[in-house]
């Protein structure tokens, strides 16, 4: 049954003929399968094609409406949900704001309320979720405890997947954001099919996430791509420069000081290009040391400052190009802040697959039967 839906989904609708051909089986063995696939849900029967001389084709498609994923962003200021079907078509969606200085039960709150908006504008509940992923700043263990996070009051400590379970569904999975928005960019963002990439989410903070060989790098204790720890590298100054900038109206908060100046820079404000000029600065410092340590194909410049890619990424690269044996590939992200969810969806995705593809496990029943 795995090849046959394997071979089905994500290919629209499909005839036995061309089922048995991209399956490699049989054209009865696959009739059989796709039967057996029929009664449990899995697979839908369309109506023959018309005008059709001869025997009618029997049409089979994948029921991508048979379960649900959730993903959310736990950031400093907002709370994000996306949810999609199982092709990856967003179906929900919702935001929050939150204070930067909420507490931890505030905050979890936000994401229970966030999460239920998010299913209820898809008309799901958390029973048709087949997995959900949440991503946060810190550093997370594969159980899903955040082990350390200096970027959210009460965070260190918290059991994620402990405290969201049930509320979130069945399955709730918890991975760090950079990692996520690195997943993100290599499914529909601007490194499609790079298996070697370095993701760098850069505004208010500044981290790393890593994906090798296609897959996460979150090393033995979750705390690869941290290397703004490290007070030779200038990740743990370089926003400042740019919140920093003197232009700034009085009382401007953080999330809001990176747009401002780099759009003071834009327009060839002095002051606002040399504090850019000594971001960038700061910034290839720690990028030179990720890029001589794992050797990517890519590396993506992401967060709250990829929407001034324009301003910042020539003075990035002219700082970049000297510490390195050879210059990376760079680019700025295009999916902004949606980069952390949409991660989450996928990360979400990618475990439902390996339960409907793993030849050794019960088959799953859809989450709408």
């Given at each position: 049954?795995?090849t046959?839906?394997?071979?089905?989904?994500?290919?629209?609708?499909?005839?036995?003929?061309?089922l048995?051909?991209?399956?490699e089986?049989?054209?009865?063995?696959?009739?059989?399968?796709?039967?057996?696939?029929?009664?449990?849900g899995?697979?839908?029967?369309?109506?023959?094609?018309?005008?059709?001389?001869?025997?009618?084709?029997?049409?089979f498609?994948f029921?991508?409406?048979?379960?649900h994923?959730?993903?959310?962003?736990?950031?400093?200021h907002?709370?994000?949900?996306l949810?999609?079907?199982?092709?990856g078509?967003?179906?929900?969606r919702?935001?929050?704001?939150?204070r930067?200085?909420?507490?931890?039960?505030?905050r979890?709150?936000?994401?229970?309320?966030?999460?239920?908006a998010a299913?209820?504008e898809?008309?799901?509940?958390?029973a048709?979720?087949?997995?959900?992923?949440?991503?946060?700043?810190?550093?997370?263990?594969?159980?899903?405890?955040?082990?350390?996070?200096?970027?959210?009051?009460?965070?260190?400590?918290?059991?994620?997947?402990?405290?969201?379970?049930?509320?979130?569904?069945?399955?709730?999975?918890?991975?760090?954001?950079?990692?996520?928005?690195?997943?993100?960019?290599?499914w529909?963002?601007?490194?499609e099919g790079?298996?070697?990439?370095?993701?760098v989410?850069?505004?208010?903070?500044?981290?790393?996430?890593?994906l090798?060989?296609?897959e996460?790098?979150?090393?033995?204790?979750?705390?690869?791509?941290?290397?703004?720890?490290l007070?030779?590298?200038g990740?743990?100054?370089?926003?400042?420069?740019l919140?920093?900038?003197?232009?700034?109206?009085?009382?401007?908060?953080?999330?809001?000081?990176?747009?401002?100046?780099?759009?003071?820079?834009?327009?060839?404000?002095?002051?606002?290009?040399?504090?850019?000029?000594?971001?960038a600065h700061d910034?290839a410092?720690?990028?030179?040391?990720?890029?001589?340590?794992m050797?990517?194909?890519?590396?993506?410049?992401?967060?709250?400052?990829?929407?001034?890619?324009?301003?910042?990424l020539?003075?990035?690269?002219?700082?970049?190009?000297?510490?390195c044996?050879?210059?990376?590939?760079?680019?700025?992200?295009t999916?902004?802040?949606?980069?952390?969810?949409?991660?989450?969806?996928?990360?979400?995705?990618?475990?439902?697959?390996?339960?409907?593809?793993?030849?050794?496990?019960?088959?799953?029943?859809p989450?709408?039967?």
């Amino acid at each position: 049954m795995v090849t046959t839906l394997r071979a089905l989904r994500g290919r629209g609708t499909m005839g036995l003929t061309e089922l048995a051909a991209r399956a490699e089986l049989s054209r009865p063995t696959v009739e059989g399968l796709a039967e057996e696939l029929l009664s449990l849900g899995w697979l839908a029967e369309e109506p023959p094609e018309t005008g059709r001389m001869g025997r009618p084709r029997r049409l089979f498609r994948f029921r991508a409406e048979a379960g649900h994923v959730l993903g959310v962003d736990i950031g400093a200021h907002s709370v994000r949900a996306l949810v999609c079907d199982l092709e990856g078509r967003v179906v929900g969606r919702f935001s929050t704001r939150v204070r930067a200085d909420s507490g931890r039960a505030d905050r979890l709150n936000a994401v229970r309320d966030t999460a239920a908006a998010a299913l209820e504008e898809a008309g799901a509940g958390a029973a048709r979720v087949m997995a959900a992923c949440v991503g946060t700043t810190g550093v997370v263990t594969a159980q899903g405890v955040v082990r350390l996070s200096v970027g959210l009051p009460e965070w260190t400590g918290i059991d994620l997947a402990a405290e969201l379970a049930g509320d979130l569904g069945p399955v709730v999975l918890v991975e760090n954001d950079t990692n996520l928005a690195a997943l993100a960019e290599q499914w529909t963002g601007v490194a499609e099919g790079v298996q070697d990439l370095l993701f760098v989410l850069s505004g208010v903070r500044t981290g790393a996430g890593m994906l090798i060989r296609g897959e996460v790098h979150r090393g033995r204790r979750g705390m690869a791509g941290e290397i703004g720890a490290l007070p030779l590298v200038g990740w743990h100054r370089a926003p400042s420069h740019l919140a920093g900038f003197g232009g700034l109206p009085a009382g401007t908060p953080p999330e809001e000081a990176a747009g401002l100046a780099l759009s003071a820079a834009r327009s060839g404000d002095p002051a606002a290009r040399w504090a850019v000029e000594q971001y960038a600065h700061d910034l290839a410092e720690g990028i030179a040391a990720l890029v001589l340590a794992m050797d990517p194909d890519l590396v993506v410049i992401g967060g709250g400052v990829s929407r001034s890619g324009d301003v910042l990424l020539e003075p990035i690269r002219r700082h970049l190009d000297p510490l390195c044996l050879e210059p990376p590939r760079l680019a700025v992200s295009t999916l902004g802040d949606q980069a952390v969810v949409l991660g989450a969806l996928r990360h979400a995705l990618n475990h439902v697959d390996a339960g409907l593809y793993d030849i050794d496990a019960p088959f799953p029943t859809p989450k709408d039967s």
